[in-house]
């Protein structure tokens, strides 16, 4: 078992930055690769990043890259998401999860473990 806890939302104006982290407790260290999802209301929630376990491969959203950067500190069992240059459309609940693979985050992630969310409300 792996528990999550997400910290760092908040409001921002466009343009702006945030940093998320999400802290990992239970079977932890390096096993596992890590990632942030997100979901604005009504509609579906969509992949955002992942870094690999090793933290040497990291995976973006088309619509995310260039402006996020995903990271992790193992010897701390935190990863961290930098915001920058936030839009409006950035705005959702964002979700750290955990899975064996940034492969099985990205295409299937049902087995991953899931934090509770934190919001972040980016206005115009």
């Known amino acids: 078992q792996v528990q999550l806890v997400e910290s760092g939302g908040g409001l921002v104006q466009a343009g702006g930055s945030l940093r998320l982290s999400c802290a990992a407790s239970?079977?932890?260290?390096?096993?596992?690769?890590m990632g942030w999802f997100r979901q604005a209301p009504g509609k579906e929630r969509e992949f955002v990043a992942c870094v690999s376990s090793s933290g040497g491969n990291t995976y973006y959203a088309d619509s995310v890259k260039g402006r996020f950067t995903i990271s992790r500190d193992n010897a701390k069992n935190t990863m961290y998401l930098q915001m920058n240059s936030l839009k409006p459309g950035d705005t959702a609940v964002y979700y750290c999860?955990?899975?064996?693979?940034?492969?099985?985050?990205?295409?299937?992630?049902?087995?991953?473990?899931w934090g509770q969310g934190t919001q972040v409300t980016v206005s115009s």
């Open positions: 239970g079977r932890t260290g390096s096993s596992y690769a």
């Open positions: 999860a955990a899975d064996s693979a940034c492969f099985r985050l990205r295409t299937d992630p049902k087995y991953a473990y």
